[in-house]
Structure formats: C-alpha cells, structure tokens
C-alpha cells in the first residue's frame, strides 16, 4: 500500500491524458491516450489484415494464414451460435472481437508512463455491450415485430408461473449489457490492478535492506500474472464475441 | 492511509479532474469512473469502430473471405479433375484389358486358322499324291497284267510249236498248229 505513496498508485495506469484538446459543438471531443490507443489498434488491425492478405496467394504466407484463421475462427463462431442467417452479423462480431482483443493486448505490452488499456474503462466496454444490445433490440423489432418479446416467455412452462417468469426473462435481459460490459471492464481493470501491485512489491522489497532477498518472489509471480493476464485478453476478447452471438441469435430466430 | 485519500477523491467527485491535474500531486479519483472524460472516449471509440466496422465490412472481410473460398473452389476443382482422371485411368485399363483379351483371342483364331489351312493343305497334297501313287500302282499292275498275258500267249505259241515238233518227231506227222492248240487247251 505504502508504494502508491510514491506516486505509483495501481490506477494511474487508467487515468486518461489529454493529448490534442478538442471541442466539437461544446462537446469535448479531445484526443486522449484512450483515444491514441484506439487510433493504434485501427491502424494495426487495418493494416496487418490488409497487407497480410495484399498477395492473396493461394498458398496462404504465414501471416495471411494468421488473418485467414481469425477470419475462419469467428466466422464459424457465428456459424454454430447464429447460424447461417446469422452471417450478415459476421463483419460486426469479427470487427467487435478483433477490436476487444487488440486493445486488451495493446494493453499487456508495457511502455513506462505509456501503457492504457482502453477496455479498462467502462464506458467504452458499456459503450460496445449497448451496441450489440441495440442491434439484437433493432433487429428483433424489425424480424419479428411484436413477437420479438416473446422472447421474455419461456415455452412449455404452466401459464400460472408465467407472472413469475417473465419479470425474470425480463431482468436477465436487461443485465445482458451490464454483465457484458462489466465482465470485460473488470476483467481488464482487476488483472493490470494485480500487476502493477506485484511489480510494486518488487521494487518496495527492493528498498528495504534485507527484505530486497524477498524480492524474486513477486518478480515470479508478475511474471506469472503477466501470462495469465495475456490469456485472459484472449479469452474475454472471445467471451464478448460468444456473447454477442448467442445474444444476436434471440434477435435472428426469435422466441424460444 | 491510501483509503482515506482514495474516500476524499470520491467525495470530490464533482471537482473537475483534468487529465493533467492528475499530475500536480493531486490524487485522482478511480480513472473508470470519471465522468468527465467519457464524451471523448465515446466520440473517439465511435470514431475508430465505425471506422474499424467499414473496413472490415467493405474491404478486408470481403478479401479474406474471397481467398478462402477461392481455395475452396480450387481444392474442389482440383478434386474434380483427380476423380476425372482417375476414370479416365479406369476406363483406359479398363479398354486395355479388352484390347489385350481382344489380341489373345484373334492369335488364338489366327493359329486355329493358319492350322486349319494348313491341314487342309497337307491332306489335298497327301490326297493327290495318294491318287497318283494310285494311278501308278494301277498302270504298273496293267502292264504287268499285260506282260504276262502276253507272256502266256508266248507260252501257248512255244507250247503249240513244241508240240508240233515233238509230234513230228515221234509220229512225222504234219499237225496243224491250229489242231494243236484245241489239243492243248483241252488238255
């Protein structure tokens, strides 16, 4: 605890810097750190596909066949959790998981003073989950109309306990987002909390005469944190694409 | 102690925390929860993603997918020609197994012909040069026959002169040959 006295808290990593002050119409629409992150991530995603894939050679190179299996993983990922129906949501999942995953990574590579993850924030993960609901919303509206609600009422179940579950379809579809968005949000925050603690022991130990003999430990286990942190990205990364398939799936065939 | 200033950032919630004011030893309140910094992450965030979704959907998703089916229908095409040339293959051995079977049984014709002509031959020879040693059997036995007709006919004459001239020895009697050779014949 004492190490954040030194002026390094576990959460300066999140705070966001203003970089370019900008106001669009009283708006602040300044470019931050978050902002430069997101820019790096496009640039990166955009260009690694688009060269990576420039020869189109029928024998992939290896890293056309890195975006080629990106592009089989996810599209089967739709495939098994939408369907084939599913497909025109393909470039949304694809772009929502690649986007989630680059960030959350972009966020493991450590630049003193630098590093930000930019799914650590929950506005940008609420932002990303109120997306996919809108779209699942929206969708289920225009497919199916009214009967998209039917949703909320589970068939093959007595009528008298209808009163009872429906409130509940409802709630659990309501917390969709919340649990989509803070599962990513909490993920990222907690693990780069972790870390930065346990590296902060490092150099705490390091400063304290004997104590320093203690320090290989914590060093062990940031590096060990660090690995699990690196799989988690991945995984949250997939979790939201999952998510958000199975949640398009209500919208794409409807009731239950 | 980290508590405490951790509850005084919350509690000044309302204060307006530039990003930089962060800096100036002023503890700043949990970074997520900072409302003042969400429109810009929100303009910004619609702004890349919008941006990502375009690219992706126009342009590199389209491609990647393109590649991959064009390998697909190559793999498939290729597939297709394996199996084509493979009955072709089937039916060339398939034709070659007749054509062979077809050879075995023409030489056998052939042999069985070539065999039968020349039997046919043979015999015909055999047959006239059977006939001739025929024909020369019976001529030579025509003229034996002939011989020795003419050689008997010879016998009487001498048989009719002796005759004659043993009777004119014994008796010296003139006998007509012709008396003689009745004489004889009857005897």
């Known amino acids: 605890m004492a190490a954040e006295g030194h002026g390094h808290s576990p959460i300066e990593q ?8 900008i106001n669009l119409f009283g708006i602040d629409a300044s470019l931050t750190n978050s902002g430069a992150y997101m820019l790096i991530a496009l640039g990166l995603i955009f260009s690694f596909l688009y060269f990576s894939t420039g020869g189109r050679s029928l024998v992939p190179t290896r890293l056309q ?5 990106l592009y089989e993983f996810i599209a089967s990922t739709v495939r098994e959790n939408v369907g084939a129906k599913g497909m025109q949501f393909f470039p949304l999942v694809f772009s929502l998981f690649i986007f989630v995953l680059v960030l959350n990574l972009l966020g493991m590579i450590p630049i003193p ?12 993960t609420a932002t990303l989950a109120l997306l996919v609901i809108s779209i699942v919303i929206i969708y289920g509206l225009y497919k199916h109309g009214i009967g998209f609600f039917g949703i909320f009422v589970p068939s093959g179940v007595p009528p008298a306990l209808l009163p009872l579950l429906i409130p509940i379809e409802i709630i659990s579809f309501i917390s969709r987002p919340i649990s989509l968005s803070v599962r990513l949000f909490a993920n990222m925050l907690a693990g780069h909390i972790a870390l930065k603690i346990f ?5 705490l130990l390091l400063g304290g005469g004997i104590w320093a003999l203690l320090a290989p430990l914590p060093l062990a286990l940031t590096v060990a944190l660090t690995a699990l942190e690196v799989l988690v990205a991945v995984l949250q990364a997939y979790v939201f694409a999952v998510l958000t398939c199975i949640y398009l799936s209500d919208a794409v065939h409807g009731a239950h | 102690m980290a508590e405490s200033t951790h509850k005084e950032a919350v509690a000044g919630k309302h204060e307006v925390h530039t990003s930089t004011g962060a800096h100036g030893g002023e503890q700043p309140q949990f970074p997520p929860f900072n409302t003042d910094t969400y429109s810009s992450q929100l303009v910004w965030l619609t702004l890349t993603f919008t941006l990502l979704y375009v690219l ?3 342009l590199v998703l389209p491609r990647i997918g393109e590649v991959i089916d064009e390998r697909r229908e190559r793999i498939r095409r290729d597939l297709d020609t394996a199996e084509r040339l493979k009955s072709d293959t089937d039916n060339a051995l398939a034709e070659y197994e007749k054509a062979l079977s077809d050879a075995r049984s023409n030489a056998g014709a052939i042999a069985r012909e070539t065999r039968d002509k020349l039997d046919a031959r ?23 026959q002939a011989t020795r007709t003419k050689a008997l006919a010879s016998v009487d004459e001498i048989a009719t002169d002796v005759a004659g001239a043993v009777v004119k020895k014994l008796i010296d009697a003139d ?7 009745s004489a004889l014949s009857k005897g």
Do not use: N
């Open chain 1, 65 to 69: 066949s890195i975006s080629e299996i």
């Open chain 1, 113 to 124: 003073g630098v590093t930000f993850t930019v799914t650590s924030h929950i506005a940008v």
């Open chain 2, 175 to 181: 006998v007509s040959p012709a008396d003689i050779r």
């Open chain 2, 56 to 58: 992706m959907s126009r």
């Open chain 1, 199 to 203: 590296a902060g022991f490092i150099g």
């Open chain 1, 14 to 21: 999140f705070e966001i810097r203003e970089l370019v002050p």
């Open chain 2, 122 to 144: 043979v015999s015909k020879r055999q047959a006239a040069v059977d006939a001739e040693i025929h024909d020369r059997i019976a001529d030579a036995e025509k003229r034996i």
